[in-house]
């Protein structure tokens, strides 16, 4: 799981610099010595996520702060809900409010739809991935988000596993010589191919990769391409227009369903902090 923090510093630095430039002229107003108590709730039920961000974003500000978490990442949360208390330097609290928050509300937001959508499909076997379609700069902690909330990640980037569509197998001459160029580039890497019609699907089982897309097929091309019972994993893509759609795919057999929303389409939770005394 570390690996989802590999840019946790970055991220929580490059969010300071926007959001502080040159110094919070605002919280110059405050008594530079003066300490308080804050707490952080909940409007909503949720699932939380972000907590390695929100320290980051404390301890850059100003490491002495104490940040006292009541709740962990992929707990399940209620509106009205204290998330954390954070005590310490007035000025460096409010200070780290806004970036921390952003991070706690996007992730937890992220989380959240993740965990809704899983409930919609568990009485299946199919499994829900998150895409590439994450915010810039926050592909990690979206990723990070998504298994909180009890998804799976399809590939972190372009680098960890093969992904062959329509214009690579165009570059390559054919379904079958794109796979294998892929075997002889990266042995042991996953390869998968995106098809869009059963005839490709015959194609490229022939040909033996590890995964292949099912991009826009129906649902009676998806059950044909399940009960074929070819040695691949079978993943569907796009025609999910509302739930139902999501349903209906996951209950043709496939093992996995790919659904970019999860990560694009991600409304925020709602978070509030206040302090509490000096």
């Known amino acids: 799981m570390t690996e989802y923090f590999n840019d946790l510093t970055v991220n929580v630095l490059a969010a300071l610099a926007e959001d502080i430039g040159d110094g919070d002229v605002t919280a110059q107003l405050i008594e530079a010595t003066k300490q308080v108590t804050a707490n952080v709730i909940t409007r909503e039920a949720g699932v939380l996520c972000g907590r390695p961000w929100v320290d980051e974003v404390f301890r850059q500000v100003d490491a002495s702060l104490k940040v006292t978490w009541h709740s962990a990442d992929g707990d399940q949360t209620t509106p009205g809900q204290l998330l954390f208390t954070i005590a310490g330097n007035a000025r460096g609290i409010l200070t780290g409010e806004r970036p921390a928050l952003n991070f706690l509300q996007t992730l937890s937001g992220t989380a959240t739809a993740t965990a809704k959508t899983v409930s919609l499909i568990k009485h299946t076997k199919a499994s829900l991935l998150d895409t590439r379609k994450t915010?810039?700069?926050?592909?990690?902690?979206?990723?990070?988000?998504?298994?909180?909330?009890?998804?799976?990640?399809?590939?972190?980037?372009?680098?960890?596993?093969?992904?062959?569509?329509?214009?690579?197998?165009?570059?390559?001459?054919?379904?079958?010589?794109?796979?294998?160029?892929?075997?002889?580039?990266?042995?042991?890497?996953?390869?998968?191919?995106?098809?869009?019609?059963?005839?490709?699907?015959?194609?490229?089982?022939?040909?033996?990769?590890?995964?292949?897309?099912?991009?826009?097929?129906?649902?009676?091309?998806?059950?044909?391409?399940?009960?074929?019972?070819?040695?691949?994993?079978?993943?569907?893509?796009?025609?999910?227009?509302?739930?139902?759609?999501?349903?209906?795919?996951?209950?043709?057999?496939?093992?996995y369903i790919s659904v970019g929303a999860l990560t694009k389409h991600v409304r925020a939770m709602d978070l509030s902090m206040r302090i509490q005394a000096a």
């Open 135 to 255: 915010l810039p700069g926050l592909r990690l902690g979206q990723k990070y988000a998504v298994s909180c909330g009890g998804g799976m990640n399809h590939r972190i980037g372009l680098y960890d596993a093969f992904l062959i569509k329509e214009n690579h197998i165009e570059a390559c001459g054919s379904i079958a010589g794109a796979i294998q160029s892929a075997r002889a580039l990266r042995p042991g890497m996953r390869v998968e191919i995106e098809v869009e019609t059963l005839e490709q699907f015959h194609e490229a089982a022939f040909a033996q990769p590890d995964w292949i897309m099912l991009d826009n097929f129906s649902l009676a091309d998806m059950r044909t391409a399940v009960q074929s019972n070819q040695p691949v994993k079978l993943e569907a893509s796009g025609g999910i227009e509302n739930d139902q759609d999501l349903i209906n795919i996951a209950e043709t057999g496939v093992d």
